[in-house]
């Protein structure tokens, strides 16, 4: 088995002496190229065989083909075909399986493809029920194994601490990512000699019997408080201690934030395990017996308690799901003692090449068995030419408690899960030597020595600045994590286009709480070449917390005031990502109105560990429309420019120099308990979308129209909005649904109606409509349904052929509802009300020389809502989301499109 290991930066060096060492070896890269190196190799050797009937010689299904005392193995399929990873210096597999005697395999090198193993046939008696050796056709019917697991089933309940009154435990919890399959060869190399050290912090993985590289560590230290009534489950972390490359990151934290989202406990007493972001049925969930196939395989003891042990794998192995065993106790309780648990080979999973979960339930007073253990170890591997990484997540639970807990502890824990404000001040070896419940291996607690060395390795703090702006889409303005006080970015600005100023150069940043933990500025310059105009914006913002980086860290208690100068157009403001993004400039069709806006505005924001935010307002601005779009009021005459046959307006001077200036308030409350971020250099981003989003605000302003204050007046909106992740049982994915409404309660000119949120780049952009034209509908009135179903491979995984794909549907349907009522609809006038304007479009001048006035907006019918519908194929090489759009009303709307493809790139497990 060849295998390499090497340094990004040197990659150019060592690659030909790599070569000449291992002629097979086909190419080196990164692998998260935060991490500097990466293991590269051929692909993992593999046994492969099948198991036969030593009588029949007819597949025996889903026997057990394990390493013995290793903890590493995997089922047999419905034929009998196994494979299982090889592993130097394993020389023997064990296979077994309910009715036959156990067999164990001696290995010979050079033949471990294409092996027959005969199992013996036994029947044996369990539980009063004679297990034949008779192997057909799998059957819930008359099956024990059904049978028992539906007695656990029944009785998970009793073992379900929620039904105490309250219930308190300590966690420790210790997580380690690690390069994984390491050799030390090339750290013999002359070229490599400078990350020979290396070799002390590369150890053995007992588990898996590879070689590691450990890059960080996290240990966390919390107590759960849980009451019935009212129901009430909070945590609360009383230390933390992080060590590894994400220390070398000024947004290191966003590593750690992930893995614990990705890799967290499984609680098999809930219907679905949250894990590696998806959803695994639990195999005692009550849908369980539908979902897997459940085989009797053992009796055995587990410490002194008789165990009785059950097989599981899911009907389709495709479906996310787990396989393994569960070890039930062989008394009435039908209480679980251990569970282990993996995933098929033919799982449709990215990323995760092997997984294995121990966890062991102990009595607690009272009788219950719960989960005291749990271990996990996740290898993973992005593809054939990039390394391979291990993810080891250890927890363990004691100290129960089942007394009154005081109400002044719930009061004390702010929202699901607070962290002490001394958490991050507990690094001393002594304290963690008191709590620690899982021992560091040697080289984790070599950890700080390790980041010294590399950080000393001549070259390495340039290798970082290339890493940190492919990362962060910023250039810091020090090697110093502690002394970098600002950063240039975001990179993607730099250069953009739009059809008003054709190319644009930008130049952005934003200070550090290196510079000061208070007191924070951002902004830009930019330029556009065909106007020669200079644009800008300038935010001064004061944290009333202190932060450690960035001012948008939770919970925010924020009071900035910002200027702004630059155009826009009218979906920028939609978009959830900064409008001047080279990626989003690649439209769909020409965007060619724009506003010039100059504003200035006060904001405050306030967060609270409930899920409660206020926003606070107070803005005035200054609108002039350039580019084809302009403002004219009603009853006014157009200037008109012969073009061709016909006159045509030229957007003549007259109908750009007038401004729209408004001064407006808005106050926003949005409600969202128990989500989580992770915040980046340029946003906030959510860790996950399983926390539901309710939203209100109302804006109250007055504006004065071009052309002095004729026509003045007030205005106010009000919106409100829902969004729910809802998981369908069965594996069938989830379905993602987000509503908003809103109501424009005066007459305005249109630039303060209601714009649908229309999309006009072909990257996917999420709450936006992807075929409605920029001003194509304007409202006073609306409601929006966008419905998403990912159904997780659900169909694509029972179709001969495209199963093999691993691809992922989703279907969805964008659906608009919206009015205008005749008080804001120019036609109802006569187009004669001075306190309007003209809607989008243009003059034309007939022959006769009587000029009409074409309107590219459509009042939408009450009756007739827009509907687009979505059909996506996701996981494209395990990268790349398709979408395709249909429109399916008001298809014959000027310059509207009826359908279209979207893309974006999503890696997901």
């Not at 057990?64 to 089922?75: A, F, R």
């Not at 917390?545 to 403001?573: C, G, H, Q, T, V």
């Not at 069938?732 to 303060?752: E, H, M, R, S, Y």
């Not at 194509?776 to 009135?781: A, G």
Request: glycine share 6%; hydrophobic share 35%.
């Amino acid at each position: 088995m060849m295998r390499n290991f090497d340094n990004l930066f040197w990659c150019k060096h060592i690659l030909p002496k790599a070569k000449e060492i291992y002629p097979n070896l086909s190419q080196f890269l990164s692998v998260f190229i935060f991490l500097f190196f990466c293991v590269v190799g051929d692909l993992f050797a593999q046994i492969t065989g099948v198991v036969l009937d030593a009588k029949t010689r007819k597949p025996v299904d889903y026997a057990n083909v394990y390493y013995d005392g290793k903890g590493v193995g995997n089922l047999a399929d419905e034929k009998g075909r196994f494979v299982v990873s090889q592993h130097d210096g394993w020389n023997d597999l064990t296979v077994s399986s309910m009715g036959y005697v156990t067999q164990k395999v001696h290995l010979q090198p050079g033949r471990t493809k294409g092996l027959m193993v005969l199992l013996v046939p036994q029947p044996r008696e369990l539980a009063m029920v004679t297990v034949e050796s008779k192997r057909t056709k799998y059957s819930r019917k008359n099956n024990p194994a059904v049978e028992l697991m539906r007695k656990v089933i029944e009785h998970k309940k009793s073992n379900d601490l929620h039904s105490r009154d309250f219930v308190t435990f300590s966690k420790y919890e210790k997580m380690t990512f690690s390069i994984n399959e390491v050799t030390e060869k090339v750290f013999d190399m002359d070229s490599a000699k400078q990350w020979s050290f290396l070799k002390e912090h590369v150890e053995y993985c007992e588990k898996t019997g590879k070689l590691i590289l450990p890059l960080t560590v996290d240990e966390t230290l919390s107590e759960t408080y849980y009451r019935r009534d009212p129901k009430t489950e909070k945590t609360l972390v009383k230390a933390k201690n992080s060590r590894g490359v994400n220390e070398l990151i000024n947004t290191g934290e966003i590593l750690n934030t992930v893995l614990k989202d990705c890799f967290t406990d499984v609680n098999i007493y809930d219907e679905e395990c949250k894990l590696i972001r998806l959803r695994f049925k639990s195999p005692i969930a009550n849908s369980a017996i539908g979902f897997y196939r459940f085989y009797l395989q053992d009796t055995l003891c587990i410490e002194g308690d008789s165990v009785i042990d059950v097989g599981f794998i899911p009907n389709n192995q495709q479906d996310v799901g787990f396989s393994g065993h569960v070890y039930v106790m062989k008394d009435s309780s039908y209480q679980v003692r251990r569970v282990e648990l993996s995933i098929p080979k033919r799982s449709d999973v990215n990323w995760v090449e092997s997984m294995s979960i121990s966890q062991d339930y102990e009595e607690v007073e009272g009788g219950e068995r719960v989960a005291v253990s749990n271990d996990m170890l996740i290898e993973l591997r992005v593809n054939s030419w990039l390394g391979k990484m291990q993810v080891q997540y250890s927890t363990r639970k004691f100290d129960y408690a089942f007394s009154e807990i005081p109400n002044s502890v719930f009061k004390y824990v702010k929202g699901t899960t607070f962290i002490e404000p001394d958490a991050g001040m507990h690094t001393d070896a002594a304290y963690w030597q008191q709590y620690r419940k899982v021992e560091l291996t040697e080289t984790e607690e070599k950890m700080e020595s390790f980041l010294d060395r590399i950080t000393k390795i001549r070259g390495f703090k340039y290798l970082m600045v290339g890493v940190k702006a492919l990362l962060e889409n910023f250039v810091e303005t020090s090697d110093s994590l502690q002394n970098n006080k600002f950063d240039f970015g975001p990179i993607n600005t730099i250069i953009s286009h739009n059809d008003y100023d054709k190319f644009r150069f930008r130049i952005s940043g934003l200070t550090t709480a290196n510079l000061n933990p208070h007191l924070f500025w951002n902004g830009y310059l930019a330029y556009g070449t065909k106007t020669h105009n200079i644009y800008g914006r300038t935010e001064l913002t004061y944290s009333f917390n202190k932060k450690s980086y960035l001012m948008r860290e939770f919970p925010k208690n924020n009071l900035s005031i910002a200027y702004w100068n630059d155009i826009i157009s009218p979906f920028d403001k939609f978009i959830p990502t900064d409008k001047d993004n080279m990626f989003t400039n690649l439209r769909t069709s020409k965007v060619d109105q724009f506003t010039h806006t100059k504003e200035v505005r006060l904001t405050y924001d306030r967060e609270w560990y409930s899920g409660v935010k206020l926003a606070a307002s107070f803005a005035y601005s200054s609108n002039r429309a350039v580019d084809a779009l302009f403002y004219q009021r009603l009853g006014t005459d157009p200037v008109v420019t012969a073009t061709g046959d016909m006159q045509q307006l030229a957007y003549a001077p007259s109908l750009h120099e007038g401004s729209l200036r408004t001064r407006e308030m808005k106050v926003s409350i949005e409600f969202e308990p128990g989500a989580s971020y992770i915040n980046t250099k340029q946003r906030r981003i959510k860790v996950n979308k399983d926390a539901p989003v309710l939203t209100f605000s109302h804006t109250l302003g007055y504006a004065n129209l071009p052309s002095g204050a004729i026509g003045t007046g007030y205005y106010n909106v009000t919106e409100a909005s829902l969004f729910k992740r809802l998981y369908v049982p069965g594996g069938w994915g989830f379905i993602d649904t987000d509503l908003k409404a809103g109501i424009q309660w005066n007459k305005v000119p249109f630039p303060l109606l209601i714009h649908p949120a229309a999309n006009q780049s072909y990257i996917i952009m999420d709450n936006t409509f992807m075929l409605i034209s920029p001003l194509e509908f304007l409202n006073d009135r609306y409601a929006q349904a966008m419905i998403k179903w990912n159904l997780s491979g659900k169909i694509f995984n029972r179709i001969p052929l495209i199963k093999h794909l691993q691809w992922r549907e989703t279907l969805g349907v964008n659906v608009l509802w919206g009015t205008l009522s005749s008080k804001n609809n120019p036609a109802t006038s006569g187009y004669t009300d001075p306190r309007l304007f003209y809607f989008p479009g243009h003059f034309v001048q007939a022959a006769d020389g009587t000029i009409r006035y074409e309107n590219n907006t459509v009042v939408m019918d009450a009756n007739t809502p827009y509907i687009e519908l979505r059909f996506g194929i996701g996981n494209i090489f395990k990268l790349f989301y398709v979408e395709y759009v249909r429109r399916m009303t008001y298809l014959h709307n000027p310059d509207s499109h009826r359908q279209g493809f979207r893309v974006s790139m999503k890696m997901m497990f």
